[in-house]
């Protein structure tokens, strides 16, 4: 069984398996969260991300976490938001599923993704949040690895979608209270 959490924290302090960096297709830092992360993993990070190659929309790539109490960073690249005729649902989508194959890949039990796409990036928050928690839902229901999954937001609005939307699906489960 897998609990879903939603928190508001800076994803660069939470001491889980996985922490999901809402990168570039170069993988060689950026702004917003991918920042953060490079900021606080240090200089290993990117020389680690070079020798990687890069990264298309919608696939993402595990590297070590190196000074973040999180074990390992994967970075996955979310589609840029245009007007939500050019597959960006789906893209995003599969950040979500590539993110948590790589985890179960590696056998790690907790992942913590930001809102992917919704900053920089421009994709409306409650369409990614519905995205993220519809896609990660649905892995679950055929992978047994993962115990723990955060949804790790950065402000108190985002915090609130996450919390109302994550309420309807449990309810829309309401044998399996907090869990999936
Ligand atoms: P993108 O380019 O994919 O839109 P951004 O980093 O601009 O990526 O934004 C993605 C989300 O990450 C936004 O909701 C932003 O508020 C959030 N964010 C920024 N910094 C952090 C952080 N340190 N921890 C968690 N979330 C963060």
């Not at 939307?165 to 999936?180: C, I, N, T, Y």
Request: net charge negative; glycine share 12%.
């Amino acid at each position: 069984m897998t609990t879903l959490k939603v928190l508001q924290a800076d994803i660069t302090t939470l001491a889980v398996d996985a922490v999901v960096n809402a990168a570039n297709s170069s993988l060689l830092g950026g702004g917003g969260v991918d920042g953060a992360i490079h900021r606080a993993a240090g200089a290993g990070l990117i020389e680690e991300c070079r020798g990687l190659g890069g990264c298309k929309t919608g696939d993402a790539r595990i590297t070590r976490g190196y000074n973040l109490p999180a074990r390992f960073i994967i970075h996955t690249v979310g589609p840029i938001w245009i007007d939500g005729s050019g597959g960006e649902q789906e893209l995003l989508a599969s950040c979500y599923r590539r993110s948590l194959e790589i985890a179960a890949e590696h056998g790690l039990n907790s992942i913590a993704f930001p809102a992917i796409s919704t900053g920089i990036y421009g994709f409306p928050i409650r369409l990614a949040a519905q995205t993220a928690i519809d896609t990660v839902t649905g892995f679950l229901r055929s992978s047994v690895s993962l115990r723990e999954v955060i949804f790790c937001c950065f402000s108190s609005g985002d915090f609130m979608i996450y919390d109302e939307l994550l309420s309807d699906a449990r309810h829309e489960m309401p044998s399996r209270r907090g869990s999936v």
